[in-house]
Protein backbone atom coordinates (compact mmCIF):
# COMPACT_ATOMS: atom_id res chain seq x y z
CA UNK A 1 0.00 0.00 0.00
CA UNK A 2 1.56 3.46 -0.85
CA UNK A 3 2.29 5.62 2.00
CA UNK A 4 0.71 9.27 1.99
CA UNK A 5 4.06 10.79 0.83
CA UNK A 6 3.83 8.25 -2.30
CA UNK A 7 0.36 9.49 -3.36
CA UNK A 8 1.45 13.17 -3.03
CA UNK A 9 4.77 12.50 -5.33
CA UNK A 10 1.99 10.64 -7.89
CA UNK A 11 -0.70 12.70 -7.68
CA UNK A 12 0.76 16.33 -6.24
CA UNK A 13 0.99 17.51 -9.70
CA UNK A 14 -3.18 17.75 -10.25
CA UNK A 15 -3.55 18.69 -6.56
CA UNK A 16 -1.77 21.90 -7.71
CA UNK A 17 -3.69 22.01 -10.61
CA UNK A 18 -6.85 21.63 -8.39
CA UNK A 19 -6.13 24.02 -6.31
CA UNK A 20 -5.10 26.75 -9.02
CA UNK A 21 -8.08 26.59 -10.66
CA UNK A 22 -10.22 26.90 -7.12
CA UNK A 23 -8.02 30.02 -6.46
CA UNK A 24 -7.83 32.59 -9.33
CA UNK A 25 -11.30 31.20 -9.90
CA UNK A 26 -12.25 33.33 -7.18
CA UNK A 27 -10.59 36.22 -8.43
CA UNK A 28 -9.70 35.97 -12.22
CA UNK A 29 -12.31 39.21 -12.91
CA UNK A 30 -11.60 41.02 -10.24
CA UNK A 31 -9.52 44.61 -10.46
CA UNK A 32 -9.07 46.80 -13.52
CA UNK A 33 -5.20 48.89 -13.50
CA UNK A 34 -5.57 51.52 -16.31
CA UNK A 35 -2.33 51.78 -16.34
CA UNK A 36 -1.31 48.21 -16.00
CA UNK A 37 0.62 46.01 -18.69
CA UNK A 38 -2.84 44.06 -19.00
CA UNK A 39 -3.72 47.37 -21.09
CA UNK A 40 -0.50 48.07 -23.15
CA UNK A 41 -0.31 44.08 -24.40
CA UNK A 42 -3.61 43.95 -25.40
CA UNK A 43 -3.08 47.12 -27.46
CA UNK A 44 -0.33 46.23 -29.20
CA UNK A 45 -1.92 42.55 -29.94
CA UNK A 46 -4.98 44.69 -31.46
CA UNK A 47 -2.15 46.65 -33.48
CA UNK A 48 -0.78 42.97 -34.75
CA UNK A 49 -3.80 42.10 -35.43
CA UNK A 50 -4.60 45.32 -37.78
CA UNK A 51 -1.36 44.49 -39.67
CA UNK A 52 0.96 47.20 -37.97
CA UNK A 53 4.52 46.05 -37.89
CA UNK A 54 5.98 45.76 -34.67
CA UNK A 55 8.79 47.58 -33.62
CA UNK A 56 8.29 49.49 -36.48
CA UNK A 57 4.85 50.63 -36.56
CA UNK A 58 4.48 50.38 -32.62
CA UNK A 59 6.70 49.85 -30.24
CA UNK A 60 7.16 46.75 -28.11
CA UNK A 61 9.22 47.15 -24.91
CA UNK A 62 9.94 43.29 -24.98
CA UNK A 63 9.98 40.83 -27.37
CA UNK A 64 7.72 39.45 -30.43
CA UNK A 65 6.69 36.24 -28.07
CA UNK A 66 5.43 38.65 -25.91
CA UNK A 67 2.20 39.88 -28.18
CA UNK A 68 2.13 37.67 -30.15
CA UNK A 69 0.01 34.72 -28.31
CA UNK A 70 -2.36 37.36 -26.84
CA UNK A 71 -2.74 38.55 -31.04
CA UNK A 72 -3.18 34.83 -31.63
CA UNK A 73 -5.17 34.40 -28.75
CA UNK A 74 -7.56 37.49 -29.63
CA UNK A 75 -7.99 35.71 -33.38
CA UNK A 76 -10.15 33.69 -31.61
CA UNK A 77 -11.95 34.90 -29.21
CA UNK A 78 -12.32 38.70 -30.07
CA UNK A 79 -10.52 41.36 -28.17
CA UNK A 80 -11.43 40.40 -24.89
CA UNK A 81 -10.64 41.11 -21.30
CA UNK A 82 -10.75 37.93 -19.57
CA UNK A 83 -9.54 35.89 -22.15
CA UNK A 84 -6.27 37.86 -21.67
CA UNK A 85 -6.42 37.20 -17.56
CA UNK A 86 -7.03 33.82 -18.08
CA UNK A 87 -4.36 33.68 -20.41
CA UNK A 88 -1.73 35.06 -17.50
CA UNK A 89 -3.48 32.89 -14.88
CA UNK A 90 -2.23 29.82 -16.97
CA UNK A 91 0.83 30.48 -17.15
CA UNK A 92 0.50 31.16 -13.31
CA UNK A 93 -0.75 27.35 -12.79
CA UNK A 94 2.55 26.08 -15.43
CA UNK A 95 5.12 27.89 -13.06
CA UNK A 96 3.81 26.48 -9.79
CA UNK A 97 3.34 23.07 -11.32
CA UNK A 98 7.43 23.11 -12.70
CA UNK A 99 8.37 24.32 -9.30
CA UNK A 100 6.68 21.25 -7.61
CA UNK A 101 8.22 18.92 -10.30
CA UNK A 102 11.63 20.52 -9.30
CA UNK A 103 11.60 20.17 -6.27
CA UNK A 104 10.08 16.70 -6.02
CA UNK A 105 12.82 15.76 -8.88
CA UNK A 106 15.85 17.09 -5.93
CA UNK A 107 13.78 16.12 -2.80
CA UNK A 108 11.77 13.23 -3.30
CA UNK A 109 9.38 14.71 -0.90
CA UNK A 110 5.39 14.88 -2.15
CA UNK A 111 4.97 17.24 0.45
CA UNK A 112 7.73 19.53 0.49
CA UNK A 113 7.70 19.75 -2.89
CA UNK A 114 3.75 21.36 -2.60
CA UNK A 115 4.48 23.42 0.46
CA UNK A 116 7.16 24.87 -2.11
CA UNK A 117 4.95 25.36 -5.30
CA UNK A 118 1.82 26.95 -2.88
CA UNK A 119 4.55 29.97 -3.00
CA UNK A 120 4.07 30.78 -6.49
CA UNK A 121 0.95 29.47 -6.85
CA UNK A 122 -0.40 32.19 -4.09
CA UNK A 123 1.60 34.95 -4.89
CA UNK A 124 1.85 34.32 -8.94
CA UNK A 125 4.01 38.48 -9.03
CA UNK A 126 1.95 41.53 -11.09
CA UNK A 127 -0.42 39.93 -13.40
CA UNK A 128 0.13 40.13 -16.72
CA UNK A 129 3.86 39.51 -16.50
CA UNK A 130 3.75 36.17 -15.61
CA UNK A 131 6.17 35.52 -18.32
CA UNK A 132 8.53 35.94 -16.75
CA UNK A 133 8.41 33.87 -13.28
CA UNK A 134 7.39 31.47 -16.01
CA UNK A 135 10.48 31.95 -18.12
CA UNK A 136 12.91 31.67 -14.66
CA UNK A 137 11.85 28.43 -13.60
CA UNK A 138 11.55 26.97 -17.26
CA UNK A 139 15.35 27.39 -17.39
CA UNK A 140 16.18 26.03 -14.19
CA UNK A 141 13.82 22.73 -14.48
CA UNK A 142 15.77 22.35 -18.23
CA UNK A 143 19.22 23.11 -16.84
CA UNK A 144 18.78 21.36 -14.11
CA UNK A 145 17.54 18.00 -15.49
CA UNK A 146 20.26 18.56 -18.33
CA UNK A 147 23.53 19.45 -16.76
CA UNK A 148 23.08 18.07 -12.87
CA UNK A 149 20.37 15.33 -12.19
CA UNK A 150 21.14 11.89 -14.00
CA UNK A 151 18.64 10.30 -16.24
CA UNK A 152 17.54 7.19 -16.66
CA UNK A 153 18.91 6.56 -20.34
CA UNK A 154 21.03 8.86 -22.61
CA UNK A 155 17.67 9.19 -25.04
CA UNK A 156 16.22 11.39 -21.92
CA UNK A 157 19.31 13.23 -21.19
CA UNK A 158 19.19 14.47 -24.98
CA UNK A 159 15.52 15.43 -24.58
CA UNK A 160 16.17 17.69 -21.46
CA UNK A 161 18.87 19.43 -23.93
CA UNK A 162 16.81 19.54 -26.69
CA UNK A 163 14.15 20.80 -23.87
CA UNK A 164 16.30 23.35 -22.92
CA UNK A 165 17.81 25.15 -26.03
CA UNK A 166 13.79 25.71 -26.91
CA UNK A 167 13.85 26.55 -23.71
CA UNK A 168 16.25 29.60 -24.03
CA UNK A 169 14.93 30.13 -27.79
CA UNK A 170 11.81 31.24 -26.41
CA UNK A 171 13.18 33.12 -23.68
CA UNK A 172 14.82 35.52 -26.11
CA UNK A 173 11.68 35.74 -27.94
CA UNK A 174 9.91 37.35 -24.88
CA UNK A 175 12.85 38.93 -23.19
CA UNK A 176 15.99 39.53 -24.53
CA UNK A 177 18.12 40.34 -21.13
CA UNK A 178 16.43 36.97 -19.66
CA UNK A 179 17.91 35.27 -23.05
CA UNK A 180 21.34 36.65 -22.60
CA UNK A 181 21.31 35.71 -18.61
CA UNK A 182 20.51 32.03 -19.30
CA UNK A 183 22.98 32.04 -21.68
CA UNK A 184 25.57 32.17 -19.76
CA UNK A 185 24.24 30.54 -17.21
CA UNK A 186 24.44 27.25 -19.50
CA UNK A 187 27.38 28.35 -20.56
CA UNK A 188 28.60 28.21 -17.44
CA UNK A 189 27.21 24.58 -16.75
CA UNK A 190 28.40 23.39 -19.63
CA UNK A 191 31.94 24.32 -18.77
CA UNK A 192 31.65 23.01 -15.59
CA UNK A 193 30.54 19.72 -16.64
CA UNK A 194 33.74 17.82 -17.02
CA UNK A 195 34.64 18.45 -13.76
CA UNK A 196 31.84 16.24 -12.52
CA UNK A 197 33.62 13.59 -9.97
CA UNK A 198 33.23 9.73 -10.70
CA UNK A 199 33.50 10.09 -14.66
CA UNK A 200 36.03 10.28 -16.96
CA UNK A 201 37.08 14.06 -18.40
CA UNK A 202 37.09 13.81 -22.04
CA UNK A 203 33.91 11.59 -21.86
CA UNK A 204 32.06 14.46 -19.63
CA UNK A 205 33.83 16.98 -21.73
CA UNK A 206 32.41 15.98 -25.12
CA UNK A 207 28.90 15.93 -23.55
CA UNK A 208 29.27 19.22 -22.04
CA UNK A 209 30.74 20.98 -25.51
CA UNK A 210 27.48 18.75 -27.13
CA UNK A 211 24.81 19.96 -25.23
CA UNK A 212 25.65 23.71 -25.34
CA UNK A 213 25.79 23.17 -29.05
CA UNK A 214 22.46 21.50 -29.16
CA UNK A 215 21.48 24.18 -26.73
CA UNK A 216 22.92 27.16 -28.97
CA UNK A 217 21.56 25.52 -32.02
CA UNK A 218 18.32 25.17 -31.12
CA UNK A 219 18.14 28.37 -29.79
CA UNK A 220 19.03 29.89 -33.08
CA UNK A 221 16.88 27.47 -34.96
CA UNK A 222 13.82 28.93 -33.50
CA UNK A 223 14.81 32.03 -34.37
CA UNK A 224 14.69 31.56 -37.69
CA UNK A 225 11.20 31.63 -38.97
CA UNK A 226 10.83 34.76 -37.13
CA UNK A 227 13.60 36.11 -38.40
CA UNK A 228 12.54 35.45 -41.76
CA UNK A 229 9.05 36.70 -41.61
CA UNK A 230 10.26 39.85 -40.01
CA UNK A 231 12.89 40.01 -43.13
CA UNK A 232 10.10 39.50 -45.42
CA UNK A 233 7.74 41.60 -44.00
CA UNK A 234 9.79 44.72 -43.88
CA UNK A 235 11.43 45.14 -40.38
CA UNK A 236 13.99 42.68 -40.41
CA UNK A 237 16.64 45.24 -39.35
CA UNK A 238 14.31 46.23 -35.94
CA UNK A 239 14.54 42.74 -34.94
CA UNK A 240 17.91 42.28 -35.02
CA UNK A 241 18.90 45.56 -33.80
CA UNK A 242 17.00 44.57 -30.36
CA UNK A 243 19.39 42.01 -29.69
CA UNK A 244 22.24 44.26 -28.93
CA UNK A 245 20.26 47.55 -27.79
CA UNK A 246 19.50 46.61 -24.14
CA UNK A 247 23.66 45.87 -23.58
CA UNK A 248 23.91 49.51 -24.47
CA UNK A 249 21.57 50.28 -21.40
CA UNK A 250 23.07 48.60 -19.04
CA UNK A 251 26.46 49.95 -20.28
CA UNK A 252 25.52 53.47 -20.18
CA UNK A 253 24.03 53.04 -17.10
CA UNK A 254 26.67 51.61 -15.01
CA UNK A 255 29.50 54.37 -16.74
CA UNK A 256 27.51 56.99 -15.53
CA UNK A 257 27.32 55.56 -12.19
CA UNK A 258 31.30 54.67 -12.31
CA UNK A 259 31.57 58.25 -13.35
CA UNK A 260 29.86 59.53 -10.29
CA UNK A 261 31.74 57.71 -8.29
CA UNK A 262 35.02 58.95 -9.56
CA UNK A 263 34.01 62.54 -9.06
CA UNK A 264 33.42 62.03 -5.62
CA UNK A 265 36.58 60.65 -5.39
CA UNK A 266 39.21 62.28 -7.38
CA UNK A 267 36.99 65.54 -9.33
CA UNK A 268 35.43 65.67 -12.23
CA UNK A 269 37.12 64.06 -15.62
CA UNK A 270 38.42 66.29 -18.56
CA UNK A 271 35.51 65.27 -20.77
CA UNK A 272 32.14 63.66 -19.56
CA UNK A 273 29.99 61.05 -21.15
CA UNK A 274 27.31 63.32 -22.41
CA UNK A 275 29.84 65.46 -24.01
CA UNK A 276 31.54 62.67 -25.97
CA UNK A 277 27.96 61.57 -26.88
CA UNK A 278 27.20 65.15 -28.25
CA UNK A 279 30.54 64.81 -29.89
CA UNK A 280 30.05 61.68 -32.13
CA UNK A 281 26.09 61.91 -32.22
CA UNK A 282 25.31 61.23 -35.51
CA UNK A 283 21.08 61.70 -37.16
CA UNK A 284 19.87 58.16 -38.17
CA UNK A 285 19.25 57.03 -41.58
CA UNK A 286 15.45 57.57 -43.06
CA UNK A 287 13.42 54.55 -43.60
CA UNK A 288 12.75 52.45 -46.53
CA UNK A 289 10.55 49.92 -48.00
CA UNK A 290 6.85 49.34 -49.18
CA UNK A 291 5.42 50.26 -45.79
CA UNK A 292 6.87 53.33 -45.54
CA UNK A 293 3.68 55.90 -44.32
CA UNK A 294 1.48 54.02 -43.90
CA UNK A 295 1.76 54.37 -40.14
CA UNK A 296 2.78 58.15 -38.51
CA UNK A 297 5.62 56.22 -36.70
CA UNK A 298 6.81 54.47 -39.25
CA UNK A 299 9.78 56.63 -39.37
CA UNK A 300 10.48 55.91 -36.23
CA UNK A 301 13.33 52.92 -37.26
CA UNK A 302 13.78 51.02 -34.14
CA UNK A 303 12.38 50.22 -30.90
CA UNK A 304 15.74 52.09 -29.40
CA UNK A 305 18.12 54.12 -30.39
CA UNK A 306 21.34 52.87 -30.58
CA UNK A 307 24.75 54.70 -30.54
CA UNK A 308 27.20 51.88 -31.75
CA UNK A 309 30.91 54.52 -30.40
CA UNK A 310 32.93 54.38 -27.63
CA UNK A 311 30.26 55.28 -25.26
CA UNK A 312 26.62 54.15 -26.31
CA UNK A 313 23.39 54.28 -24.72
CA UNK A 314 19.99 53.17 -25.69
CA UNK A 315 16.98 54.62 -25.06
CA UNK A 316 14.44 51.79 -24.36
CA UNK A 317 11.28 53.50 -24.04
CA UNK A 318 12.53 57.36 -25.13
CA UNK A 319 11.48 58.92 -28.06
CA UNK A 320 13.12 57.49 -30.95
CA UNK A 321 16.13 60.49 -31.91
CA UNK A 322 19.62 61.30 -31.03
CA UNK A 323 18.21 62.04 -27.36
CA UNK A 324 19.22 65.43 -25.90
CA UNK A 325 19.24 64.98 -21.54
CA UNK A 326 21.30 62.27 -20.14
CA UNK A 327 19.55 59.15 -18.61
CA UNK A 328 19.67 59.06 -14.48
CA UNK A 329 19.18 55.96 -12.35
CA UNK A 330 18.08 58.77 -10.25
CA UNK A 331 15.02 59.51 -12.85
CA UNK A 332 13.88 56.02 -12.18
CA UNK A 333 11.80 54.68 -9.14
CA UNK A 334 14.09 54.80 -6.16
CA UNK A 335 14.51 52.27 -3.32
CA UNK A 336 13.79 52.72 0.44
CA UNK A 337 17.18 54.05 1.86
CA UNK A 338 18.37 50.73 3.51
CA UNK A 339 18.10 52.69 7.67
CA UNK A 340 14.12 52.49 6.31
CA UNK A 341 13.81 49.26 8.05
CA UNK A 342 15.35 50.54 11.39
CA UNK A 343 13.93 53.75 11.70
CA UNK A 344 10.83 54.46 9.50
CA UNK A 345 8.16 55.55 11.53
CA UNK A 346 5.12 53.50 9.69
CA UNK A 347 6.00 49.65 10.00
CA UNK A 348 4.53 48.79 6.63
CA UNK A 349 7.36 50.87 5.12
CA UNK A 350 9.75 49.40 7.33
CA UNK A 351 8.38 45.48 6.17
CA UNK A 352 8.81 46.76 2.33
CA UNK A 353 12.19 47.94 2.58
CA UNK A 354 13.13 44.54 4.82
CA UNK A 355 11.52 42.56 2.07
CA UNK A 356 13.39 44.87 -1.12
CA UNK A 357 16.81 43.88 1.00
CA UNK A 358 16.39 40.73 2.56
CA UNK A 359 17.16 38.59 -1.00
CA UNK A 360 20.55 40.41 -1.12
CA UNK A 361 21.78 38.81 2.14
CA UNK A 362 20.08 35.21 1.66
CA UNK A 363 21.25 34.84 -1.63
CA UNK A 364 24.90 36.21 -0.59
CA UNK A 365 24.70 33.52 2.09
CA UNK A 366 23.48 30.48 -0.47
CA UNK A 367 26.18 31.79 -3.02
CA UNK A 368 28.87 31.36 -0.03
CA UNK A 369 27.24 28.05 1.32
CA UNK A 370 26.89 26.56 -2.40
CA UNK A 371 30.38 27.85 -3.79
CA UNK A 372 32.12 26.25 -0.97
CA UNK A 373 30.40 22.63 -0.47
CA UNK A 374 30.96 22.40 -4.61
CA UNK A 375 34.43 23.59 -4.33
CA UNK A 376 34.72 20.81 -1.47
CA UNK A 377 33.40 18.24 -3.98
CA UNK A 378 35.76 19.01 -6.80
CA UNK A 379 38.78 18.90 -4.27
CA UNK A 380 37.89 15.47 -2.71
CA UNK A 381 36.39 13.74 -5.77
CA UNK A 382 32.89 13.78 -4.00
CA UNK A 383 29.72 13.79 -6.49
CA UNK A 384 27.32 14.39 -3.87
CA UNK A 385 29.11 17.97 -2.69
CA UNK A 386 30.01 18.86 -6.18
CA UNK A 387 26.69 18.12 -7.75
CA UNK A 388 24.58 19.81 -4.16
CA UNK A 389 26.77 22.76 -4.73
CA UNK A 390 26.13 22.96 -8.28
CA UNK A 391 22.07 22.90 -7.74
CA UNK A 392 22.01 25.95 -5.06
CA UNK A 393 24.06 27.75 -7.77
CA UNK A 394 21.92 27.17 -10.25
CA UNK A 395 19.03 27.18 -8.78
CA UNK A 396 20.14 30.56 -7.26
CA UNK A 397 21.50 32.12 -10.22
CA UNK A 398 18.18 31.47 -11.74
CA UNK A 399 16.21 33.83 -9.62
CA UNK A 400 18.98 36.32 -9.92
CA UNK A 401 18.35 36.78 -13.91
CA UNK A 402 14.99 39.35 -12.45
CA UNK A 403 16.98 40.66 -10.01
CA UNK A 404 18.28 43.66 -11.69
CA UNK A 405 14.84 44.70 -12.94
CA UNK A 406 13.37 44.98 -9.24
CA UNK A 407 16.34 46.09 -7.58
CA UNK A 408 18.00 48.14 -9.92
CA UNK A 409 14.99 50.30 -11.76
CA UNK A 410 11.91 49.37 -10.31
CA UNK A 411 12.13 48.53 -6.81
CA UNK A 412 8.29 48.11 -5.94
CA UNK A 413 6.15 45.21 -5.07
CA UNK A 414 5.22 44.24 -8.42
CA UNK A 415 8.40 43.50 -9.80
CA UNK A 416 9.80 42.24 -6.31
CA UNK A 417 7.00 39.42 -6.58
CA UNK A 418 7.91 38.43 -9.93
CA UNK A 419 11.58 37.90 -8.73
CA UNK A 420 10.08 35.83 -5.76
CA UNK A 421 8.45 33.57 -8.01
CA UNK A 422 11.88 31.78 -8.97
CA UNK A 423 13.34 33.17 -5.56
CA UNK A 424 11.18 31.23 -3.76
CA UNK A 425 11.84 27.92 -5.52
CA UNK A 426 15.38 28.37 -5.06
CA UNK A 427 15.16 28.74 -1.03
CA UNK A 428 13.26 25.95 -1.17
CA UNK A 429 15.48 23.96 -2.97
CA UNK A 430 18.61 25.46 -0.87
CA UNK A 431 17.08 25.15 1.97
CA UNK A 432 16.41 21.11 1.38
CA UNK A 433 19.77 20.46 0.53
CA UNK A 434 21.10 22.37 3.48
CA UNK A 435 18.86 20.31 6.23
CA UNK A 436 19.89 17.40 4.39
CA UNK A 437 23.40 18.25 4.84
CA UNK A 438 23.14 18.44 8.82
CA UNK A 439 25.49 16.93 11.06
CA UNK A 440 25.69 16.98 15.14
CA UNK A 441 28.30 18.53 15.79
CA UNK A 442 28.06 22.05 17.28
CA UNK A 443 29.24 24.06 14.01
CA UNK A 444 27.04 22.11 11.29
CA UNK A 445 23.76 22.80 13.88
CA UNK A 446 24.63 26.83 14.22
CA UNK A 447 25.30 26.75 10.43
CA UNK A 448 22.17 25.30 9.69
CA UNK A 449 20.06 26.71 11.90
CA UNK A 450 21.33 29.98 11.12
CA UNK A 451 20.96 29.72 7.45
CA UNK A 452 17.48 28.01 7.80
CA UNK A 453 16.54 31.16 10.06
CA UNK A 454 17.27 33.50 7.60
CA UNK A 455 15.15 31.45 5.36
CA UNK A 456 11.74 31.68 7.37
CA UNK A 457 12.66 35.04 8.12
CA UNK A 458 13.11 35.62 4.13
CA UNK A 459 9.68 33.78 3.74
CA UNK A 460 8.07 35.68 6.67
CA UNK A 461 8.84 39.27 5.74
CA UNK A 462 8.03 38.90 1.84
CA UNK A 463 4.60 37.13 2.12
CA UNK A 464 3.68 39.18 5.28
CA UNK A 465 4.51 42.11 2.78
CA UNK A 466 3.74 40.82 -0.60
CA UNK A 467 0.33 38.68 -0.02
CA UNK A 468 -2.14 41.24 1.25
CA UNK A 469 -1.24 43.04 -1.97
CA UNK A 470 -2.94 43.33 -5.35
CA UNK A 471 -0.17 44.56 -7.15
CA UNK A 472 1.61 41.23 -6.51
CA UNK A 473 -1.18 39.71 -8.31
CA UNK A 474 -2.60 37.60 -5.23
CA UNK A 475 -6.60 37.31 -4.17
CA UNK A 476 -5.97 40.30 -2.72
CA UNK A 477 -7.80 41.50 -5.96
CA UNK A 478 -11.13 40.42 -5.10
CA UNK A 479 -10.90 42.49 -1.36
CA UNK A 480 -14.38 44.65 -1.46
CA UNK A 481 -15.15 43.99 -5.53
CA UNK A 482 -18.50 42.94 -5.55
CA UNK A 483 -20.06 45.51 -7.95
CA UNK A 484 -19.56 44.67 -11.98
CA UNK A 485 -18.28 47.09 -14.53
CA UNK A 486 -19.01 46.24 -18.22
CA UNK A 487 -16.99 47.92 -21.10
CA UNK A 488 -15.68 47.26 -24.76
CA UNK A 489 -13.85 44.44 -25.51
CA UNK A 490 -15.02 41.91 -22.71
CA UNK A 491 -13.41 44.19 -19.97
CA UNK A 492 -16.27 42.85 -17.58
CA UNK A 493 -14.89 43.05 -13.82
CA UNK A 494 -15.96 43.14 -10.40
CA UNK A 495 -14.34 46.42 -8.47
CA UNK A 496 -15.40 48.44 -5.73
CA UNK A 497 -18.87 50.70 -5.97
CA UNK A 498 -17.27 53.53 -6.02
CA UNK A 499 -14.56 52.40 -8.65
CA UNK A 500 -17.47 50.99 -10.75
CA UNK A 501 -19.20 54.63 -10.84
CA UNK A 502 -16.26 56.53 -11.68
CA UNK A 503 -15.05 54.35 -14.42
CA UNK A 504 -18.67 54.17 -16.21
CA UNK A 505 -18.45 57.84 -16.21
CA UNK A 506 -14.99 57.86 -17.85
CA UNK A 507 -16.37 55.15 -20.26
CA UNK A 508 -19.71 56.77 -20.85
CA UNK A 509 -18.35 60.67 -21.27
CA UNK A 510 -15.71 58.69 -23.72
CA UNK A 511 -18.28 56.86 -25.76
CA UNK A 512 -20.45 59.74 -25.95
CA UNK A 513 -17.96 62.42 -27.45
CA UNK A 514 -15.90 60.11 -29.65
CA UNK A 515 -16.52 58.03 -32.67
CA UNK A 516 -14.93 54.27 -33.70
CA UNK A 517 -11.78 54.84 -35.23
CA UNK A 518 -11.29 58.20 -33.47
CA UNK A 519 -8.03 58.83 -31.13
CA UNK A 520 -7.95 59.03 -27.55
CA UNK A 521 -4.46 59.72 -26.32
CA UNK A 522 -3.56 58.83 -22.79
CA UNK A 523 -0.41 60.71 -20.51
CA UNK A 524 1.17 59.54 -19.39
CA UNK A 525 0.29 56.17 -20.20
CA UNK A 526 -3.31 54.62 -19.30
CA UNK A 527 -3.31 51.71 -21.92
CA UNK A 528 -6.89 49.94 -20.66
CA UNK A 529 -8.49 53.10 -21.13
CA UNK A 530 -7.74 52.35 -24.68
CA UNK A 531 -8.90 49.23 -24.48
CA UNK A 532 -12.02 49.09 -22.49
CA UNK A 533 -13.57 51.91 -24.82
CA UNK A 534 -12.30 50.43 -27.80
CA UNK A 535 -10.88 53.34 -29.40
CA UNK A 536 -7.41 53.61 -30.72
CA UNK A 537 -4.13 55.81 -29.80
CA UNK A 538 -2.07 57.64 -32.14
CA UNK A 539 0.89 57.33 -29.81
CA UNK A 540 3.52 54.76 -31.27
CA UNK A 541 5.12 53.78 -27.18
CA UNK A 542 2.26 54.08 -24.98
CA UNK A 543 4.50 54.79 -22.23
CA UNK A 544 6.27 58.30 -20.94
CA UNK A 545 7.48 59.82 -18.16
CA UNK A 546 10.01 61.78 -16.62
CA UNK A 547 12.20 58.53 -16.72
CA UNK A 548 12.38 59.42 -20.43
CA UNK A 549 14.02 62.03 -22.55
CA UNK A 550 10.84 64.52 -22.30
CA UNK A 551 13.73 67.43 -23.54
CA UNK A 552 11.02 67.56 -26.92
CA UNK A 553 7.97 66.22 -25.74
CA UNK A 554 6.26 69.24 -25.63
CA UNK A 555 6.85 70.25 -29.32
CA UNK A 556 6.54 66.86 -30.05
CA UNK A 557 3.19 66.36 -28.15
CA UNK A 558 2.20 69.54 -30.03
CA UNK A 559 2.59 68.47 -33.57
CA UNK A 560 0.57 64.82 -33.02
CA UNK A 561 -2.15 67.25 -31.59
CA UNK A 562 -2.71 68.82 -34.56
CA UNK A 563 -2.05 65.96 -36.71
CA UNK A 564 -4.35 63.57 -35.17
CA UNK A 565 -6.84 65.65 -33.84
CA UNK A 566 -7.87 63.41 -30.62
CA UNK A 567 -11.45 63.57 -29.72
CA UNK A 568 -10.36 62.96 -26.32
CA UNK A 569 -7.33 63.23 -23.87
CA UNK A 570 -6.69 61.39 -20.67
CA UNK A 571 -4.11 62.84 -18.12
CA UNK A 572 -2.87 60.80 -15.02
CA UNK A 573 -1.27 63.19 -12.76
CA UNK A 574 -0.35 60.60 -10.30
CA UNK A 575 3.30 60.66 -9.18
CA UNK A 576 4.21 58.18 -11.48
CA UNK A 577 7.61 57.71 -10.05
CA UNK A 578 6.85 58.58 -6.19
CA UNK A 579 8.35 61.72 -6.59
CA UNK A 580 6.28 65.59 -7.43
CA UNK A 581 8.45 65.93 -10.75
CA UNK A 582 7.26 62.58 -12.06
CA UNK A 583 3.54 64.21 -12.41
CA UNK A 584 2.89 64.49 -15.79
CA UNK A 585 2.15 68.39 -14.41
CA UNK A 586 5.37 69.22 -13.21
CA UNK A 587 7.83 67.47 -15.99
CA UNK A 588 5.29 68.48 -18.60
CA UNK A 589 3.83 71.17 -17.44
CA UNK A 590 3.24 73.22 -20.73
CA UNK A 591 1.67 70.30 -22.35
CA UNK A 592 -0.81 70.17 -19.79
CA UNK A 593 -1.38 73.98 -19.55
CA UNK A 594 -2.09 73.45 -23.64
CA UNK A 595 -4.75 70.70 -23.16
CA UNK A 596 -6.31 72.68 -20.53
CA UNK A 597 -6.44 75.88 -22.62
CA UNK A 598 -7.49 74.18 -25.51
CA UNK A 599 -9.69 70.99 -24.55
CA UNK A 600 -12.48 71.54 -23.01
CA UNK A 601 -12.28 69.64 -19.50
CA UNK A 602 -15.00 66.85 -18.93
CA UNK A 603 -14.16 65.94 -15.17
CA UNK A 604 -12.15 63.47 -13.66
CA UNK A 605 -12.73 60.17 -13.42
CA UNK A 606 -10.72 57.62 -10.67
CA UNK A 607 -7.92 60.12 -11.01
CA UNK A 608 -8.15 60.29 -14.61
CA UNK A 609 -8.68 63.99 -16.14
CA UNK A 610 -10.49 63.81 -19.40
CA UNK A 611 -10.50 66.60 -21.82
CA UNK A 612 -12.46 67.14 -24.87
CA UNK A 613 -11.85 68.45 -28.72
CA UNK A 614 -13.77 71.39 -28.35
CA UNK A 615 -16.81 71.79 -30.91
CA UNK A 616 -15.88 72.30 -34.41
CA UNK A 617 -12.48 71.70 -34.01
Known amino acids: MLKSDEYLRRFGGWLILLIAVLYYGQYYRSGLNLGGEGGTVAVIAMRLMEGQLPL ?13 PVAWLFELTGPNYIALRIYFFAFCTVTALMAFFIVRRLTGQGWYAILVAMGPLLVPGMMFRNYMGFLAV ?21 VW ?13 IRIDLGTFFSFLALGLAVLYPLRPGGEFLAQLKTGFLSFLVIALLTIGLHVPFALDAQRRGFGKEFSDQYFGWIGLVKYLAAQKIEKTKMTLVGPPSRTIKEKLAAKKTPLPAPSGPNVGLHPYRYKRSAMVILLDEDYIVRYFAPLHAPSRDISLDDYLQKRNLRTIFQHPDSEERLFAAALYLPILTTLLFVLYGTAIWAKGLFRRDTRDWTDGLVIL ?18 DTPHLSEFMVPFTVALGVAAFILWQRR ?5 SRVLVGGLLAV ?17 AGTIAAARKRTQELKAENGVHVFLRKKDVEELKGLVDVILANTKPGEYVVCYPYSPTVNFMVNRPSFEYNLYVDNAHDVSNFHGETLTKLEKFNPAAIIIDNRDINQTEESRFRSWASRTYRYIRENYEYAGEFRKQEVYLRKKGN
Open 439 to 443: KATLP
Open 455 to 471: VALQVGVYYSHAYPKES
Open 161 to 173: TAASGLALGLTFL
Open 394 to 411: TVCGSALTLFPQYFFFRP
Open 138 to 158: LNMLCLLNTFLLPQKTRARQW
Open 56 to 68: VDTFLGYNLMWFY
